[in-house]
């Protein structure tokens, strides 16, 4: 089966996607489900296009942005800042859908990066750091104004 699925459907994913759903059932702030997943694998890969990363191979872009968020329940629950919390779920899910270490190890970094702003290092953490911005459509959320994202993070025009 192709790795992506394996992921999808490994079965601490989809409880971690259940986690995730329960804990934000009532936030009205940006959530973080499969839509929002989504929207970062896609984005990330237009982005890897665009910028000729061609070393990157799709399923990894898609494999980072399915993770990246995986924790985030543990953070409401735990208090654990939500890329750690990730990258240790992201770590069992990896290498049971079969990515080998050299990928995996780069996959993990990405999600540990997800939140920091600045230079990396890896052109997969960059990547996934720019779709997770681009994907929030603040020029259309009700919520902007009493968002704590930084005011020049927001989106308030339509990136493309
Ligand atoms: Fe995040
Ligand atoms: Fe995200």
Not at 38 to 47: E, M, P, S, T, W
Request: net charge neutral; charged share 35%.
């Amino acid at each position: 089966m192709e790795k992506l699925w394996l992921i999808y459907t490994h079965p601490v994913y989809q409880e971690c996607l259940r986690k995730n759903k329960l804990s934000e059932e009532k936030r009205r702030f940006c959530i973080h489900n499969i839509q929002h997943f989504l929207d970062v694998a896609r984005l990330a890969y237009i982005l890897a296009l665009e910028r000729g990363y061609t070393a990157l191979g799709k399923e990894e872009i898609y494999a980072a942005a399915f993770l990246h968020d995986i924790g985030r329940w543990k953070q409401y629950e735990e208090g654990i800042p939500h890329e750690k919390a990730s990258m240790q779920i992201a770590d069992g899910i990896l290498k049971e859908s079969g990515f080998e270490e050299e990928k995996k190890n780069r996959i993990l970094n990405s999600i540990l990066e997800h939140r920091k702003a600045g230079e990396k290092q890896e052109e997969l953490s960059e990547i996934l750091h720019d779709a997770d911005r681009m994907s929030r459509n603040c020029f259309a959320c009700d919520m902007e104004r009493e968002c704590n994202w930084k005011e020049e993070k927001k989106n308030k025009r339509i990136i493309y």
